[in-house]
């Protein structure tokens, strides 16, 4: 993969250490606009802090970030933040109100979200007004996931961060979050980045899939890279997978 004119974020030769331990190493590739690429391999090969670097909240230690054709370091924080969306697995909720729950981007910049904004949030995302005045913490798995994914729709974001959201729900909540995600994107065309470790969910979302081992980009490219690639290490990957 090489940086185009519809590159949403570019790695170029990205590391990234602790404690003198390698994490990534020499990442170069581009994440495509209006796409969905999903990130897949071995627990611990450095997806989650590839992802938080998509959004600076880890720094590289070597090599350069580009949003578009900006350098990530030079785009302020909270600009950053607005254009770059994440959700997490675990959905976190604070507690209080759907509705508090979903304005909280918004608290954060001390500006007011009107009930009308919080219903188009809600429906946006397949949950109906009468969630509004709920008690957060009182929501299920997968409904909970939902009020995260619209609190981080909340300021229009141009890319999307996702860190296996589907993982801790049961298959029905799954398949509702992963038609809403496609829905997104198709319909906005946000720009989606999703961690996941169910590779026939990744083959199924995915235009493009980047498969990361030992901190190092094994192959990207068309997710058919996950059943046609000629990569040992993929092979062994994808097949072990399977056999779990």
Not at 160 to 172: F, G, H, K, V, W
Request: aromatic share 6%; hydrophobic share 35%.
């Amino acid at each position: 993969m090489t940086q185009t004119n519809q590159t949403a974020i570019y790695f170029e030769n990205v590391c990234y250490e602790i404690d003198g331990i390698s994490i990534l190493n020499n990442i170069t590739g581009s994440f495509y606009k209006g796409k969905i690429t999903t990130l897949v391999g071995p627990s611990g090969a450095g997806k989650s802090t590839l992802l938080k670097m998509c959004n600076n909240l880890h720094s590289p230690t070597s090599g350069e970030i580009l949003i578009g054709s900006l350098p990530i370091e030079s785009i302020e924080p909270s600009t950053l933040r607005k254009k770059v969306g994440i959700a997490l697995q675990n959905a976190p909720i604070m507690k209080g109100t759907v509705f508090e729950n979903i304005a909280l981007p918004y608290t954060l910049q001390q500006k007011k979200l009107s009930e009308k904004e919080a219903i188009s949030c809600l429906e946006n995302v397949g949950l109906n007004p009468d969630f509004l005045y709920r008690s957060a913490e009182d929501l299920s798995g997968g409904q909970k996931q939902k009020v995260s994914i619209a609190r981080s729709l909340l300021n229009q974001p141009e890319i999307l961060l996702l860190d296996e959201i589907t993982s801790a729900l049961d298959p029905t909540s799954a398949k509702e979050i992963e038609e809403l995600i496609l829905k997104i994107n198709q319909q906005h065309e946000v720009t989606i980045i999703w961690i996941t470790h169910n590779i026939e969910q990744a083959k199924r979302v995915g235009d493009y899939t980047w498969v990361l081992i030992n901190g190092q980009l094994a192959e990207s490219g068309n997710s058919t890279i996950l059943t046609e690639s000629k990569n040992q290490r993929i092979q062994q990957f994808t097949k072990g997978v399977k056999e779990q």
